[in-house]
Structures are given as C-alpha cells and as structure tokens.
C-alpha cells in the first residue's frame, strides 16, 4: 500500500514564503509524474506543478516565476517552494503521484495568505 503525507501548510502574510514537503511510502518501484494540486473553497481543483523523473518541470501560468518545484528520487519526496504568495494562493494543496500507473493522492495541506 502506497500512502503521501504533505507537511509545511500553514499562516502567512501576502509576499512571504512557505515550503510544502509530500513524501511517498510503502510498496513503490518507480514514481513517475509527481504533482502539486490546489483547490479553493467554491473551485474546482487544478493542477499547480508537475515534476517527471527525469526532471522535466511545469507550471500553471499563475504561479510561474513564484513556485518552484523539485523532487528527491531517492527519498521519494517532492517539494513546493512558494515565494511573493498572495492572498489568492489560499488553498488546500494536495501532492499526487503516479505510483506503478496509478495517480495516489495526499491527504491535503492548508495554505491560507492573508491581505
């Protein structure tokens, strides 16, 4: 059984910064794609940040230039730095994986910028 546990949500000023960790355990070979999702209240999810294994990186427009993000094969870990974070950052972030083709998903992290 695979699970995702993220850490590094929480409280922060319009312009700071957080660093959201999600690692992967249990029964794993090989993680492909490895992702960071949001969604807030009223919205429908979308797709943040995408790392491949080989390191290969995407963004959505809104967060480029802001959110870095970057993974450690060996620890089966992926990272979200944000940066000059806005109040319409505020969400809960979710980490996803492709897992032995299957997209396993974290629990859900709160990010919440206030003005």
């Known amino acids: 059984q695979v699970q995702l546990v993220e850490s590094g949500g929480g409280l922060v000023q319009a312009g700071g910064s957080l660093r959201l960790s999600c690692a992967a355990s249990?029964?794993?070979?090989?993680?492909?794609?490895m992702n960071w999702y949001r969604q807030a209240p009223g919205k429908q999810r979308e797709l943040v940040a995408t790392?491949?294994?080989?390191?290969?990186?995407a963004y959505t427009d809104s967060v480029k230039g802001r959110f870095t993000i970057s993974r450690e094969n060996a620890k089966n870990t992926v990272y979200l730095q944000m940066k000059s974070l806005k109040p319409e950052d505020t969400a809960v972030y979710y980490c996803?994986?492709?897992?032995?083709?299957?997209?396993?998903w974290g629990q859900g992290t709160q990010v919440t910028v206030s003005p």
């Open positions: 996803a994986a492709d897992i032995q083709s299957r997209l396993h």
């Open positions: 790392v491949t294994r080989g390191g290969n990186i």
């Open positions: 249990g029964s794993i070979f090989s993680i492909n794609n």
